[in-house]
């Protein structure tokens, strides 16, 4: 079956040697993380400069036929998150079956041992059955996200039409940052399934980290208490870190984006050097001569990974650090500009208004 976008089947197509199906990446299988001698984690940078935030996290238990629309982010997002810019989505498929639809995309079918992640924030619905109208519409899903704010709602809801066979599975949401610059969020295509199906609670051995921490999970809804929501959320967001490190294992050779720019030992020497100094003058000519490439070949090369080269890069990240600043703490904005390499408060000005749209006083009152 087609998948929902050709950047997802490239991402998810598996290799045919190994009779991986397309569509799937497998926790734990892939090409190991680059290990960068300054010991800097650019992903870990990345994730806390956006800062990742878990907001909704609850199991469902729907039995045939269920279906559930999930609206556009920005309708639920002031519900949920009011404080983020955006809001991811994903599933951890627990039992049974069904498919996931997007407009304008055929529908993708998902079985136990899945994990379905939506990083676009677009409408999508989960059905039992493709073309079925769904039993939760987008205003009964945004009134349920209402309710749950007010937490009268239980870890577990169930729902369907109480016909034979269901589906259970947990729905985990999260806020990030989207800007100035999350170059996470740019690289992932609308819909990433990942396969994770050996865990023990489906009768087989361990799985690594992901099915440790979708039992741990498990094993938390089953123990309410006091602070089992703040754990239950922090461990959606764990969740969340670990699909993106099986991203990054797992990706084709072939494929662009960020995440394959980390991956790549000349490009992703680079960026681990400009997360570690951001402040530093670099130059392409610093840049290249650290990565052991000429000026022109890092230039192309980190253009053709990342969309962008080494020193706009460097540009973009610098004001998501300096949005991050403006927004949590009281520092001046000269001192802020001299922290992510700016000489001048004019000069910092100007590159975070022509980057931003707002001047940095304006950012920081928003």
Aim: hydrophobic share 40%.
């Amino acid at each position: 079956m087609a998948q929902a976008h050709d950047r997802t089947s490239a991402m998810l197509a598996g290799s045919s040697r190994t009779g991986r199906r397309q569509g799937e990446l497998h926790a734990g299988v892939g090409t190991p993380l680059l290990c960068t001698q300054s010991g800097t984690d650019p992903l870990s940078d990345v994730l806390r400069a956006v800062r990742l935030t878990g907001a909704v996290f609850h199991r469902v238990e729907a039995s045939f036929p269920w279906g559930v629309e999930i609206p556009d982010s920005t309708l639920y997002r002031p519900i949920i998150l009011p404080q983020a810019q955006h809001v991811i989505s994903y599933h951890i498929i627990l039992e049974g079956d069904g498919f996931v639809c997007m407009p304008g995309s055929e529908p993708v079918r998902f079985e136990a041992g899945d994990i379905l992640l939506l990083a676009g924030g677009t409408r999508y619905a989960l059905l039992s059955t493709p073309g079925q109208k769904p039993e939760y519409d987008e205003p009964a899903t945004t009134a349920f996200f209402r309710e749950w704010m007010k937490g009268t709602l239980p870890f577990v809801t169930r729902e369907g039409g109480g016909g034979e066979g269901g589906t259970a599975y947990i729905c985990g949401f999260l806020g990030c940052d989207r800007r100035p610059f999350n170059p996470v969020l740019c690289a992932l295509p609308p819909l990433i399934r990942i396969k994770w199906a050996r865990i023990k609670w489906a009768g087989h051995e361990g799985a690594g980290l992901l099915g440790q921490l979708i039992e741990l999970t498990l094993a938390e809804s089953g123990l309410p208490g006091p602070g089992g929501e703040a754990i239950r959320l922090r461990l959606c967001e764990l969740i969340f870190v670990e699909v993106m490190r099986l991203c990054l294992q797992s990706l084709p050779a072939h494929e662009k984006g960020w995440l394959s720019g980390l991956r790549d030992p000349s490009v992703g020497t680079v960026l681990a050097l400009l997360h570690a100094q951001p402040a530093k003058h670099w130059t392409l000519d610093t840049l290249a001569a650290e990565a052991g490439m000429s000026r022109a070949a890092l230039a192309a090369r980190f253009a053709h990974l990342v969309g962008h080269g080494p020193m706009h890069y460097l540009a973009l990240w610098r004001m998501q650090l300096a949005a991050n600043s403006l927004s949590d703490s009281s520092l001046k904005v000269a001192a802020i500009g001299r922290d992510v390499g700016y000489a001048s408060e004019a000069a910092f000005s100007r590159a975070f208004k022509n980057a931003t749209g707002f001047s940095p006083s304006a950012w920081r009152n928003r």
